[in-house]
């Protein structure tokens, strides 16, 4: 093994490699992105995850080498998530008026999901754990991963379901709720949360503040929620 090659089998290992390819494909879909005039359809949420799936498999990269680096991104959901609180705080004015419809809508919104998501897997005869793994599709990723465990399902099959959610939610999200005659930007961003979790709360923030904040508040709400009532669902499902 020549020189080159030696530095180059260490640098894809090293754990600054993850973390820099995370970083530079994110930047170079922001910029794609801002130059398509923040077209939804260029978020580049998903332009960078198929930059990067596209390096790990041309270079063949095994995926733990890349997340040994990536990891420090993933850690910094939690306090990302937390953050979601500061512009909420500006909303409790409103909140205070619309906290039981909220609380009813995340409910039902929650149930619809899980369910629908069960009964389309099986009518396109898609296998029983794949069938448990898709009910949490719109939950935020650690926790829907954490319920897909507990009804049966694989967790690792669940948080693709999760971010092909999150994905089609952040591109067509506020396109369709615009299209279906809803105005009211408390009520698209508690839509948006409950189903598309982070990444279409990401994208509500870019439209607007107030639909950000209350996308943030339905996403956790619906997570914390999600795993007392999913499994319940599935039994009644059974």
């Not at 899980?114 to 990723?141: N, R």
Request: net charge positive; with cysteine.
């Amino acid at each position: 093994m020549n020189t080159h090659s030696a530095f180059w089998v260490y640098l894809s290992a090293s754990p600054l490699f993850g973390l820099t390819l995370t970083l530079v494909c994110y930047l170079l879909a922001s910029r794609l992105y801002k130059a398509a005039r923040y077209n939804p359809l260029a978020n580049p949420v998903p332009l960078a995850i198929i930059a990067i799936i596209c390096i790990l498999w041309l270079l063949e990269i095994p995926y733990k080498d890349y997340f040994s680096g990536a990891q420090f991104i993933h850690f910094l959901l939690g306090p990302a998530t937390v953050a979601l609180a500061i512009p909420l705080y500006f909303q409790l004015n409103a909140l205070k008026t619309i906290w039981l419809p909220l609380i009813i809508s995340l409910v039902i919104g929650i149930s619809f999901s899980g369910v629908s998501a069960y009964y389309i897997a099986q009518w396109m005869g898609a296998s029983e754990v794949t069938q448990l793994s898709m009910i949490p599709k719109s939950v935020t990723a650690p926790i829907a991963m954490g319920i897909s465990e507990g009804l049966g399902g694989l967790p690792s099959l669940t948080a693709v379901f999760v971010v092909i959610t999150g994905v089609i939610g952040a591109v067509f999200g506020t396109w369709l709720l615009r299209k279906v005659g809803i105005r009211g930007d408390a009520v698209k961003g508690v839509a948006i949360g409950v189903t598309a979790h982070g990444l279409g709360t990401a994208r509500a923030f870019q439209v607007n503040p107030q639909m950000g904040a209350f996308a943030g508040l339905s996403m956790a709400l619906a997570a914390s929620i999600s795993a007392f009532i999913l499994p319940w669902v599935l039994e009644w499902i059974r």
